[in-house]
């Protein structure tokens, strides 16, 4: 089945910092999205980004159908950015999603 | 502000119980999710089920069934818990016509002991 891996698995930032998350994806997908857990456990749904960029405030997404993986950008962190991040791609049919592992992201004052 | 509720936020249960986890969402949605989060190993899919009475196994439903008797409520049954069911279970749904966009629930941490 289809493989999704994302780096790095921790992040540690400085309130300000700039920072990029990668997710690779091992086959062709038409639908890609990108989650925040939040420290509570809350999963919200950022972006929903099968080709092209996409921006929302201090994020952005980009992915790259044709090589396999996608990127969030994370500008002028907050403390609020703290959580995990995950991406994730259809398999099968049905709206099932498989996830990556996530990247733990802490951003420090 | 459309929601998915699980019913309980913390539970603690006996080796042997059987545990109801609930899920209910008020978006008319078709798609219904069980997963469940570990550390190191990222979401898993239990069970999911796309229209009333309708369900299929994820990839670990081993220990766990289903109910889907309403669109708006999904039910996660561990008919025997175990201390290895001990994980934080998320329920999410999702319609048909968003690019399948989930919504997720806040979360059920369950401990078997």
């Known amino acids: 089945g289809i493989q999704v891996e994302q780096s790095p698995p921790d992040l540690i930032l400085q309130e300000g910092a700039n920072s990029t998350l990668r997710c690779n994806f091992s086959?062709?997908?038409?639908?890609l999205q990108w989650f925040h857990q939040n420290p509570w456990g809350q999963l919200i749904n950022l972006f929903y980004?099968?080709?092209g960029t996409k921006q929302n405030g201090r994020l952005s997404a980009t992915t790259v159908a044709t090589e396999r993986y996608s990127l969030l950008y994370i500008s002028s962190s907050q403390t609020t950015d703290s959580g995990v991040y995950f991406c994730a791609v259809p398999y099968n049919q049905g709206g099932k999603l498989i996830f990556g592992q996530g990247t733990e992201l802490s951003v420090k004052p | 502000d459309v929601k998915v509720t699980q019913s309980s936020r913390y539970l603690v249960k006996r080796t042997g119980e059987k545990v109801f986890l609930e899920c209910v969402q008020d978006m008319d949605h078709e798609n219904m999710f069980w997963y469940r989060q570990d550390p190191g190993l990222g979401l898993r899919l239990i069970y999911f089920?796309?229209?009333?009475?309708?369900?299929e196994k994820g990839d670990i439903p081993e220990g766990y069934s289903v109910s889907r008797e309403k669109k708006e409520r999904f039910s996660l049954i561990l008919e025997s818990a175990s201390t290895n069911q001990t994980s934080m279970y998320l329920c999410?749904?999702?319609?048909?016509?968003?690019?399948?966009?989930?919504?997720f629930g806040s979360g059920t941490r369950l401990t078997v002991v």
């Open positions: 999410a749904s999702s319609s048909i016509g968003q690019h399948y966009g989930y919504t």
């Open positions: 980004i099968p080709s």
């Open positions: 089920s796309y229209d009333v009475k309708m369900k």
């Open positions: 086959d062709s997908v038409n639908n």
